[in-house]
């Protein structure tokens, strides 16, 4: 047995803290090395977490992580990882008392700061910022949405479109627009209402024209 405990105290409980030296991810387990016990290491451990059956979650310490250990009498067979601390060098995140949040190691963030009710996602260029009137969404390539039924934009005021070039395209019919030129492409086009051009126009082919028509340039 690696407790000093005496035999008929078979309540005791030691709780103990460790290196990680292995992860068996599949198992959601791993094992502690603890210098304090002549570098003894711990059986495969399971990891404590919030949720196992109908909501699932899922971590794992890394290798070298310092965690706390809860233990039994019956030694290092029988036990559980409670969690990671930080110790020594390792700092945490943030010093707010209002700010939740997950950073991991390539940079990533998820973090919520109840304080100013922000929820924040950062992965690499991309970042999302949502807070009780806004959604901000900013990335340096590609942004894309699609639905396999209808997609609704709805602005109660407007709705604004910057982009150098803006490319619609609805089945056969196309629109190209970008800082000079206004290109539609269409089997059929029709417009319904006043319709007034300021500038010259150019036709070509034939055309039918309904009604009066009145044009200093026409004979």
Same mark, same amino acid.
């Given at each position: 047995?690696?407790?000093?405990?005496?035999?008929?105290?078979?309540?005791?409980?030691?709780?103990?803290?460790?290196?990680?030296?292995?992860?068996?991810?599949?198992?959601?387990?791993?094992?502690?090395?603890?210098?304090?016990?002549?570098?003894?290491?711990?059986?495969?451990?399971?990891?404590?977490?919030?949720?196992?059956?109908?909501?699932?979650?899922?971590?794992?310490?890394?290798?070298?992580?310092?965690?706390?250990?809860?233990?039994?009498?019956?030694? +290092?067979?029988?036990?559980?990882?409670?969690? @990671?601390?930080?110790?020594?060098?390792?700092? *945490?995140?943030? =010093? !707010? &008392? #209002?700010?939740?949040?997950?950073?991991?190691?390539?940079?990533?963030?998820?973090?919520?700061?109840?304080?100013?009710?922000?929820?924040?996602?950062?992965?690499?260029?991309?970042?999302?910022?949502?807070?009780?009137?806004?959604?901000?969404?900013?990335?340096?390539?590609?942004?894309?949405?699609?639905?396999?039924?209808?997609?609704?934009?709805?602005?109660?005021?407007?709705?604004?479109?910057?982009?150098?070039? +803006?490319?619609?395209?609805?089945?056969?019919? @196309?629109?190209?627009?970008?800082?000079?030129? *206004?290109?539609? =492409? !269409? &089997? #059929?086009?029709?417009?319904?209402?006043?319709?007034?051009?300021?500038?010259?126009?150019?036709?070509?082919?034939?055309?039918?024209?309904?009604?009066?028509?009145?044009?200093?340039?026409?004979?």
């Amino acid at each position: 047995m690696i407790f000093d405990t005496e035999q008929n105290d078979r309540c005791m409980a030691v709780m103990k803290l460790g290196e990680v030296v292995e992860v068996q991810p599949a198992q959601c387990k791993a094992r502690v090395v603890f210098d304090d016990d002549d570098s003894v290491v711990s059986d495969l451990l399971p990891i404590v977490i919030p949720n196992s059956i109908e909501n699932k979650d899922f971590w794992l310490p890394d290798i070298g992580e310092d965690v706390l250990c809860l233990f039994g009498t019956s030694g +290092l067979e029988d036990g559980y990882i409670l969690g @990671s601390i930080y110790a020594g060098e390792i700092h *945490a995140p943030s =010093e !707010s &008392k #209002d700010v939740r949040m997950i950073k991991f190691s390539d940079g990533s963030v998820f973090k919520f700061d109840r304080s100013v009710s922000v929820f924040e996602i950062e992965i690499g260029s991309t970042k999302i910022k949502v807070d009780k009137n806004n959604v901000e969404v900013e990335t340096v390539q590609k942004v894309a949405l699609k639905s396999t039924s209808e997609v609704n934009i709805e602005g109660a005021a407007e709705v604004n479109i910057k982009t150098p070039v +803006l490319n619609l395209m609805v089945g056969n019919t @196309s629109m190209k627009l970008n800082g000079s030129k *206004a290109t539609i =492409e !269409s &089997k #059929d086009l029709t417009f319904k209402g006043n319709v007034a051009v300021t500038g010259n126009l150019a036709v070509s082919g034939t055309g039918d024209f309904e009604g009066e028509v009145h044009s200093p340039n026409i004979q």
